[in-house]
């Protein structure tokens, strides 16, 4: 049996090589293999894997069943990928766009047992089966679907990105640009020439490798669009803050902030059972509470989300454990719970600040900066009592990832329990004379 190789047949090979090498890509990486959009969107690339093998194999066979098997797998491709797209946009999987696929699912099963479903072409030297009626044109209708919203996925995340990764979403709009609405334009230019096909095949090539890394290296990118996270708060049970961390300006007062969370803990046997959760709406977002056995806990976010009320709680019951002699013990200090930023890292690393809004604001060592935690503050303060070295440092600890903080906290302290190395002039931010050592 004589195999009719082509370029078209070689190009749908190469993409479904590649859509299966970054299927075990998302697999592998640890980043982002738990989240669920990444999950939906891996079932979208398999059953486009099995699209490109069927639509090679008939070509390459000729074989009319495995052309109409092809074209059939086109649907749920596309229907996980709107969902995987829902989840990352929205955080739920329904839109209207998938509500429209669906219900025209029935009606494009049955176009392809049509009898001008699938045809049988000779082009030049070499023969291809080609849809038409019907059945073509809902298969052209969702891959046009699969694209727009592809690219309104990447408009929109770059619109909304915080500065702090606005150059890794322009590249990650680049590239879902080259693999959705460019490549659907390329795809239309192939009923004039079939090379196009094979161009088109390229871009979604380069277009989704780009894509796959961006998303790897920047998972934030991945959480720019459900929700902005404010800020969390843990107060023991006499109402004392033990933590709090910011992630974005928050228009909610502090004393409402935290008359909330005070008023929970007085009524919590009347509102919140013990390690449940609360949502208290607010105008400027939503506040959600977490009632543990030694502390409460309170995190300020645009919107409520599973994800979020997830992450709250495993944060909660690992900062308990982690801290559970200093929580017997009553202590107060906010110094003693500076390993919560290690879980913090743990559970939210994924979600982006959304303090630097521009380039014209100063970042480096100059000028004052946008608020940070609290607790961080006071410590800075503590270390650097001299204003303006209060000011350059603490800006710069505002673009700062959390554990290269912890670390210069744990080097402070290092530093000021050995300073016999120092040189004098460094002494003074260690709260020592250059004569006095801290046995003294």
């Known amino acids: ?26 697999y592998k990486s640890p980043k982002i293999k738990s989240i669920k959009s990444i999950k939906y969107l891996k079932l979208s690339f398999f059953a486009n894997s099995f699209f490109l093998l069927f639509e090679s194999l008939s070509d390459l066979l000729l074989i009319k069943f495995l052309s109409i098997l092809a074209g059939y797998f086109l649907l749920p491709g596309t229907l996980f990928l709107i969902i995987s797209i829902n989840y ?9 766009g998938l509500l429209l696929s669906i219900s025209l699912g029935p009606l494009y099963l049955y176009s392809g047992l049509l009898p001008n479903a699938i045809s049988l072409i000779k082009s030049q030297d070499y023969w291809f089966y080609n849809t038409g009626g019907l059945f073509n044109v809902l298969s052209e209708f969702y891959l046009f679907l699969g694209g727009a919203y592809l690219f309104y996925w990447g408009y929109k995340s770059l619109r909304n990105a915080p500065f702090l990764i606005k150059k890794e979403t322009f590249i990650f709009f680049l590239s879902i640009s080259l693999n959705s609405i460019f490549a659907f334009l390329l795809y239309l230019l192939y009923y004039f020439n079939r090379v196009f096909l094979v161009i088109a095949n390229f871009f979604v090539i380069i ?3 780009i894509t796959i890394l961006i998303i790897r290296r920047e998972p934030k990118i991945l959480y720019i669009l459900p929700f902005i996270l404010h800020r969390v708060m843990v107060k023991n049970k006499n109402g004392y803050p033990l933590f709090d961390h910011d992630w974005a300006e928050s228009n909610i007062n502090e004393t409402v902030f935290s008359g909330f969370i005070n008023a929970v803990q007085k009524m919590s046997e009347d509102i919140i059972h013990m390690g449940g959760i609360l949502d ?41 454990e982690k801290f559970q002699r200093q929580l017997k013990q009553g202590i107060i200090d906010i110094d003693e719970y500076e390993g919560a930023y290690e879980l913090l890292e743990k559970y939210f690393s994924n979600f982006p600040y959304k303090f630097i809004t521009n380039k014209k604001q100063e970042l480096l060592l100059t000028g004052k900066c946008a608020k940070i935690s609290p607790q961080l503050d006071n410590k800075l303060r503590e270390i650097f009592p001299n204003d303006k070295d209060y000011k350059k440092i603490k800006t710069e600890m505002q673009k700062t990832p959390i554990p290269i903080i912890k670390e210069f906290l744990d080097l402070h302290k290092t530093l000021k329990e050995e ?22």
Not at 281 to 291: M, P, Q, V
């Open 88 to 96: 990352i946009m929205k955080d739920h999987f329904f839109s209207y």
């Open 207 to 209: 277009g989704f490798i």
């Open 419 to 440: 300073p016999d190395y120092l040189e004098e002039e460094d002494m003074e931010y260690l709260d020592l004379k250059p004569d006095e050592s801290p046995e003294s």
């Open 1 to 26: 049996m004589e195999l009719n190789w082509t370029i078209e047949v070689i190009s749908n090979i190469g993409v479904l090589v590649l859509v299966l090498l970054l299927s075990i890509f998302l």
């Open 280 to 320: 208290i709406n607010l105008r400027e977002g939503i506040l959600i509470l977490h009632e543990l056995k030694y502390i409460t806990v309170g995190l300020v976010s645009s919107k409520s989300s599973k994800l979020l009320r997830d992450c709250l709680i495993n944060f909660s019951r690992e900062f308990e």
